[in-house]
């Protein structure tokens, strides 16, 4: 079974500060897709970035960028530059690219930024 | 487009009633999952169906739990009689072909009394 955690239930930084959300996860899959959601309070889940395990090259999306290690099975999520509408929970998700066609999701961080 | 669409966006009902929510998925999108997401359990998937077949159903959480895909326009998620741990904030997503971008509705927000 696939599973996704997230170690960091909560974090807060000033705003324009870079931050790190942690995120490792358990496969034996050798191809996949893992995202970060972002969910602010209006509960929308926001896709954040995308990454396939068949590239080595970190996914990047403006002040969002990921390091994915596949060996350590480690993916995590840097925002520079943080603003306050940065504000939300993010959730580290994966699927496979074969085989069942769902997402697992970690339980979340929420992240605050203050101003 | 206008995305997934999912409603009612809030539901309050008494326990022992019945529960539908709706889902609308993105036109052309052949994937539909139902998440349930709580504090305790956070994001759980429920079911997914791929051109309106039911595909996965095992986190369905009993019996009281039924959903249907009719049409590849439409799907509910029922729950008979309801009960106050169903109290949950309900997602639908769809999505094109496999592993691609996942979109989520706004979820419906069901409150058991």
């Known amino acids: 079974a696939q599973t996704v955690t997230q170690s960091q239930p909560e974090m807060s930084v000033q705003e324009a500060e870079t931050v790190t959300l942690s995120c490792t996860y358990d496969?034996?899959?050798?191809?996949?897709?893992l995202f970060w959601y972002k969910q602010p309070p209006s509960r929308q889940m926001i896709l954040v970035i995308r990454?396939?395990?068949?590239?080595?090259q970190n996914a990047t999306e403006n002040r969002f960028s990921v390091n994915f290690q596949k060996a350590a099975k480690s993916f995590s999520l840097k925002i520079s530059d943080s603003q306050l509408g940065d504000t939300a929970m993010y959730f580290c998700?994966?699927?496979?690219?074969?085989?069942?066609?769902?997402?697992?999701f970690g339980q979340g961080t929420r992240l605050t930024i203050n101003p | 487009d206008a995305g997934v669409i999912q409603s009612p966006r809030h539901e309050v009902t008494e326990m022992g009633q019945e529960v539908t929510l709706r889902c609308k998925p993105i036109s052309g999108h052949d994937y539909l999952f139902w998440y349930r997401q709580t504090m305790m359990r956070g994001l759980e998937l429920l079911i997914y169906f791929n051109n309106n077949v039911p595909i996965d159903d095992s986190g369905m959480p009993e019996d009281r739990f039924s959903a249907k895909m009719p049409n590849a326009s439409f799907s509910t998620l029922k729950i008979q009689p309801s009960e106050p741990r169903d109290s949950a904030v309900y997602f639908c997503?769809?999505?094109?072909?496999?592993?691609?971008?996942?979109?989520f509705g706004s979820g419906t927000r069901l409150t058991v009394v």
């Open positions: 997503a769809s999505s094109l072909g496999q592993g691609l971008v996942y979109t």
């Open positions: 990454q396939e395990a068949y590239k080595q």
């Open positions: 998700a994966f699927t496979p690219i074969q085989g069942a066609q769902k997402l697992v």
């Open positions: 496969t034996s899959e050798n191809n996949y897709y």
